[in-house]
């Protein structure tokens, strides 16, 4: 068995390797180039994270014939529609709870370990930017799921998209979305970043002369890159205190990897898993009950103090019942609503809790017409779908 922390040395590896026969460049990005530019240990952490032009990912994945591994991007999954590639270790079990929840997209069959890739893309086009909003919005309609009955129109549209895509050929359609968002954003090697005033990184913009520079830095006795002007970079995505960010620990990292053959064939060890699987689908719904145990107690506790509030506000309005009369005979508005206003506030608080309450007959109807009056009809109508004497 490998630890989690060996995998992730041994995809940086593979990236180096892969990265020289392509003749292409990339830098550590987030948590690992700090840990590099500091000179500390990546221990156990989630996932390694590089920055490279899409070009030049796209060159190293088509130069991948290792069965050990794999790449995941845009091109053979369009559903996979972020600005970024996955490259990971084929074939592996995290041994780890997390990993092991029914509830996840990630169950014992998936891969687990992997290097997110950022793209560094250039500024949208000037006049572009709302175009392609609209063409993404369109392709991500089109992979949505809509259960809901009131989404009838998206599902139109969503059916409406089918067809055509049905007509003009899938594969057809995913190429010119492809070949229409590379055009738009991307850059196809480390070289060509300086075309470009300004570039963008996990949407954050930069100056693109802060790409100019690599530098060579060891991460666990690793061979790696960082960006020389690594400070102002660091800082536009962490602020000041970058060196003393604090990354969440997570026990659950703390796993070991084993290959799929090995999982396949030894049963001993596949009954072990599975039991483990088990106890972890029953401790989901434990804290999925817990979750909703603390919730009705929340509401509960809501509903305590606005009774309380109830009260109180009842008895003001019923002791400056004749004023508020008085008030409203001679239609002094300004007054009027300085008295009605914290009746007002707390049938709001009652409505978010699902009632409105009942003061008195006369200054209900006072209230009632002084919001048709002031145009608040929803508001009166709520109050009175929702009303309850007491």
Same mark, same amino acid.
């Given at each position: ?31 690992? @180039? ?13 996932? &390694? ?7 030049? @990912? ?34 592996? $079990? ?35 930017? *709302? ?24 599902? $139109? ?33 480390? +070289?060509?970043? *300086? ?28 061979? +790696?890159?960082? $960006? ?72 509960? *506790? ?15 309005? &019923? ?7 008085? &008030? ?63």
């Amino acid at each position: 068995m490998q630890t989690r922390k060996d995998i992730q040395l041994d995809l940086l590896r593979k990236l180096n390797e892969l990265s020289e026969e392509a003749n292409v460049s990339y830098a550590l990005h987030k948590q690992a @180039a700090i840990l590099a530019y500091k000179n500390e240990s990546i221990n156990e952490m989630e996932s &390694l994270d590089v920055i490279m032009c899409q070009g030049d @990912a796209e060159k190293i994945a088509d130069i991948l014939n290792d069965d050990a591994y794999y790449f995941e991007d845009f091109r053979s999954n369009p559903k996979f529609d972020k600005n970024m590639m996955m490259f990971g270790f084929k074939n592996s $079990l995290d041994f780890k709870l997390i990993d092991m929840n029914f509830q996840t997209d990630r169950h014992i069959d998936n891969h687990c370990i992997r290097i997110n890739i950022h793209f560094i893309n250039h500024q949208i086009p000037k006049g572009q930017g *709302k175009k392609l909003k609209s063409q993404q919005r369109l392709w991500n309609l089109r992979y949505l799921k809509l259960i809901n009955n009131k989404f009838w129109k998206c599902k $139109l549209h969503q059916k409406i998209l089918n067809i055509i895509c049905f007509f003009i050929g899938n594969e057809r359609a995913n190429r010119i979305r492809y070949e229409n968002k590379k055009r738009n954003y991307a850059i196809d090697t480390w +070289t060509n970043i *300086k075309k470009y005033p300004f570039v963008r990184v996990s949407g954050r913009k930069f100056n693109s002369d802060i790409f100019e520079k690599l530098i060579s830095k060891e991460l666990d006795g690793v061979p +790696t890159f960082i $960006l020389e002007d690594f400070e102002p970079f660091i800082f536009n995505f962490y602020g000041k205190n970058w060196k003393e960010k604090e990354w969440k620990l997570n026990n659950g990292y703390k796993s070991s990897i084993i290959s799929w053959e090995e999982f396949s064939n030894d049963f001993k060890l596949r009954e072990s898993l599975e039991i483990i699987q088990r106890c972890d689908e029953l401790n989901y719904i434990k804290r999925m009950e817990m979750e909703e145990y603390k919730k009705t107690s929340t509401n509960l *506790k809501r509903q305590i103090i606005q009774s309380e509030n109830v009260v109180k506000i009842r008895k003001d309005m &019923l002791n400056k019942k004749e004023k508020i009369i008085d &008030l409203y005979k001679i239609e002094d508005e300004r007054n009027l609503k300085i008295e009605l206003d914290p009746l007002i506030k707390s049938l709001k608080k009652s409505m978010e809790l699902g009632y409105t309450y009942s003061v008195d007959e006369d200054i209900d109807n006072i209230l009632y017409d002084y919001l048709g009056k002031n145009q608040e009809i929803e508001l009166l109508n709520n109050i009175k779908k929702l009303k309850i004497e007491i």
